[in-house]
């Protein structure tokens, strides 16, 4: 039984749970990447001379030294926090071209790509294509012993399928763009309502904006946003 007590002591000391997960108290918990090794930050106290420093190392130099990871560096929680703070106020500075981008986004899903290849023009081919089966069943039935008429079915329902599985792909491709179109205009309404920019760090705020933050080196870290390919390199000092 003490055994059982000191192993939950000893993964909760390390910031895991019982199912090997790291805690969600802190927003860079979830965030927060080696750039080395891909391996998560873990936030660390550092005592010395009776004064406490917050740091974030990589969780795989903590648990294996250098044997995987051998240059990733330990980051200050009050430089991150003031380097994402920077990085979140100049994204606020550039909102009129976030909205800009989201509406030229907009306006590409509004404006079908490929000419023939849009879902509209699929599912008509697909209506004469389902039309055309009708009538070639009619004459199998009727002229049993025609193989011409046998091998033009088979052909056209193998191109029945090619295109069953093209609309398929065209479909999902609209719900992504939807679902992605979502998140701008929920995180460019966002920005509106914050103009004046962010005064301190807020862990909620990068909740709401940001993806991921990659340490690249002791002096940079990579802020990738949630929505689209957007990331910023940012100098931590």
């Keep these: 039984m003490a055994r059982r007590t000191s192993k939950r002591k000893i993964l909760q000391k390390s910031g895991k749970t019982e199912q090997g997960k790291y805690s969600a108290k802190y927003a860079l918990s979830e965030r927060l990447v080696c750039g080395e090794c891909g391996s998560p930050y873990k936030r660390c106290t550092w005592a010395r001379n009776d004064v406490k420093r917050i740091v974030w190392r ?22 991150l926090h003031t380097a994402i703070l920077t990085v979140l106020n100049r994204v606020v500075e550039a909102s009129d071209g976030l909205q800009d981008e989201l509406a030229e986004t907009l306006r590409m899903v509004c404006t079908p790509e490929g000419g023939g290849n849009n879902l509209l023009e699929l599912e008509r081919e697909l209506e004469v294509l389902t039309a055309r089966q009708n009538t070639l069943l009619d004459q199998v039935l009727a002229n049993m012993d025609d193989l011409t008429i046998t091998e033009q079915l088979k052909a056209l329902l193998e191109e029945k399928q090619h295109l069953q599985t093209q609309i398929d792909a065209a479909k999902k491709e609209a719900a992504n763009r939807i679902n992605e179109d979502s998140r701008m205009a929920e995180y460019t309404a966002y920005l509106e309502e914050h103009l004046n920019g962010f ?16 340490v690249v080196d002791e002096e940079t870290i990579r802020i990738k946003f949630r929505y689209g390919d957007w990331e910023i390199e940012q100098t931590v000092c």
């Design 199 to 214: 005064p301190h760090y807020d862990d909620e705020i990068v909740r709401k904006m940001i993806e991921r933050v990659t």
């Design 58 to 79: 990589c969780v795989s130099r903590l648990e294996f030294g250098k044997k995987y990871c051998h240059n990733s560096p330990s980051m200050a929680e009050d430089k």
